[in-house]
Nanobody
Framework: QVQLVESGGGLVQAGGSLRLSCSAS????????VGWFRQAPGKEREFVAAVNWRESRVYYSDSVKGRFTISSDNAKTTVYLQMNSLKAEDTAVYYC?????????????????WGQGTQVTVSS
Protein backbone atom coordinates (compact mmCIF):
# COMPACT_ATOMS: atom_id res chain seq x y z
CA GLN A 1 0.00 0.00 0.00
CA VAL A 2 1.19 3.50 -0.83
CA GLN A 3 0.78 6.14 1.85
CA LEU A 4 1.77 9.70 1.00
CA VAL A 5 2.69 12.45 3.46
CA GLU A 6 3.14 16.12 2.54
CA SER A 7 5.03 18.72 4.52
CA GLY A 8 6.52 22.19 4.14
CA GLY A 9 3.42 24.34 3.98
CA GLY A 10 3.08 27.57 5.89
CA LEU A 11 2.51 31.31 5.73
CA VAL A 12 4.61 33.37 3.35
CA GLN A 13 4.48 36.88 1.93
CA ALA A 14 3.73 37.46 -1.73
CA GLY A 15 6.91 37.11 -3.75
CA GLY A 16 8.39 34.66 -1.29
CA SER A 17 9.19 30.97 -1.63
CA LEU A 18 8.30 27.64 -0.07
CA ARG A 19 9.34 24.08 -0.74
CA LEU A 20 6.85 21.30 -0.24
CA SER A 21 7.89 17.70 0.29
CA CYS A 22 6.09 14.44 -0.37
CA SER A 23 7.23 11.05 0.87
CA ALA A 24 5.83 7.57 0.41
CA SER A 25 5.89 5.15 3.30
CA UNK A 26 7.62 1.84 2.79
CA UNK A 27 8.94 2.54 -0.68
CA UNK A 28 10.45 4.97 -3.14
CA UNK A 29 8.59 6.74 -5.92
CA UNK A 30 10.27 4.58 -8.52
CA UNK A 31 7.68 3.18 -10.94
CA UNK A 32 5.13 5.75 -9.76
CA UNK A 33 4.00 8.87 -11.53
CA VAL A 34 3.76 11.74 -9.06
CA GLY A 35 1.75 14.93 -9.18
CA TRP A 36 0.84 17.94 -7.09
CA PHE A 37 -2.67 19.36 -6.90
CA ARG A 38 -4.15 22.18 -4.89
CA GLN A 39 -7.54 23.25 -3.66
CA ALA A 40 -8.45 26.75 -2.54
CA PRO A 41 -11.53 27.51 -0.41
CA GLY A 42 -14.64 27.32 -2.54
CA LYS A 43 -12.66 26.13 -5.55
CA GLU A 44 -12.28 22.83 -7.36
CA ARG A 45 -9.10 20.87 -6.91
CA GLU A 46 -6.71 21.75 -9.71
CA PHE A 47 -3.55 20.36 -11.23
CA VAL A 48 -0.24 22.02 -10.38
CA ALA A 49 2.68 19.85 -11.52
CA ALA A 50 3.70 16.26 -12.21
CA VAL A 51 6.75 14.20 -13.08
CA ASN A 52 6.92 11.28 -15.51
CA TRP A 53 10.04 9.25 -14.70
CA ARG A 54 9.71 6.86 -17.61
CA GLU A 55 9.64 9.56 -20.25
CA SER A 56 11.80 12.04 -18.31
CA ARG A 57 9.11 14.70 -18.56
CA VAL A 58 7.58 17.21 -16.21
CA TYR A 59 4.22 18.92 -16.49
CA TYR A 60 3.03 22.25 -15.13
CA SER A 61 -0.19 24.17 -15.17
CA ASP A 62 -0.06 27.47 -17.02
CA SER A 63 -0.58 29.38 -13.79
CA VAL A 64 2.65 28.09 -12.20
CA LYS A 65 5.00 27.71 -15.17
CA GLY A 66 8.23 29.56 -14.57
CA ARG A 67 7.57 29.80 -10.84
CA PHE A 68 7.20 26.22 -9.56
CA THR A 69 9.56 23.29 -10.02
CA ILE A 70 8.91 19.62 -9.31
CA SER A 71 11.90 17.43 -8.45
CA SER A 72 13.09 14.51 -6.30
CA ASP A 73 16.10 13.36 -4.35
CA ASN A 74 18.51 10.89 -5.94
CA ALA A 75 16.88 7.85 -4.37
CA LYS A 76 13.38 9.06 -5.25
CA THR A 77 12.28 8.79 -1.65
CA THR A 78 11.00 12.35 -1.62
CA VAL A 79 9.36 14.50 -4.27
CA TYR A 80 9.56 18.26 -3.91
CA LEU A 81 7.59 21.20 -5.17
CA GLN A 82 9.70 24.34 -5.09
CA MET A 83 7.42 27.36 -5.21
CA ASN A 84 8.92 30.75 -6.02
CA SER A 85 7.40 34.17 -6.64
CA LEU A 86 4.32 33.16 -4.73
CA LYS A 87 1.08 35.04 -5.26
CA ALA A 88 -2.02 35.37 -3.14
CA GLU A 89 -3.79 33.22 -5.73
CA ASP A 90 -1.49 30.33 -4.80
CA THR A 91 -3.12 30.07 -1.39
CA ALA A 92 -4.57 26.57 -1.10
CA VAL A 93 -4.18 23.15 0.42
CA TYR A 94 -1.57 21.33 -1.62
CA TYR A 95 -1.83 17.58 -2.17
CA CYS A 96 0.70 15.04 -3.32
CA UNK A 97 -0.69 12.29 -5.53
CA UNK A 98 0.71 9.20 -7.23
CA UNK A 99 -0.24 6.30 -9.43
CA UNK A 100 1.38 3.25 -10.97
CA UNK A 101 0.22 4.40 -14.38
CA UNK A 102 -1.19 7.72 -15.49
CA UNK A 103 -3.02 8.30 -18.75
CA UNK A 104 -3.85 11.98 -18.26
CA UNK A 105 -1.24 13.68 -16.10
CA UNK A 106 -3.44 16.75 -15.64
CA UNK A 107 -6.48 14.92 -14.29
CA UNK A 108 -6.89 14.11 -10.61
CA UNK A 109 -8.88 11.04 -11.60
CA UNK A 110 -5.69 9.50 -12.96
CA UNK A 111 -4.09 9.33 -9.50
CA UNK A 112 -4.97 6.56 -7.08
CA UNK A 113 -2.90 7.56 -4.04
CA TRP A 114 -3.28 10.85 -2.18
CA GLY A 115 -1.75 12.54 0.82
CA GLN A 116 -3.65 14.52 3.44
CA GLY A 117 -2.50 17.90 2.16
CA THR A 118 -0.48 20.79 3.52
CA GLN A 119 -1.72 24.37 3.82
CA VAL A 120 0.01 27.15 1.90
CA THR A 121 -1.07 30.70 2.66
CA VAL A 122 0.33 33.66 0.74
CA SER A 123 -0.30 37.11 2.18
CA SER A 124 -0.10 40.42 0.34
Amino acid sequence: QVQLVESGGGLVQAGGSLRLSCSASGRTFENLGVGWFRQAPGKEREFVAAVNWRESRVYYSDSVKGRFTISSDNAKTTVYLQMNSLKAEDTAVYYCAASTWIVNWYSQGSYGYWGQGTQVTVSS
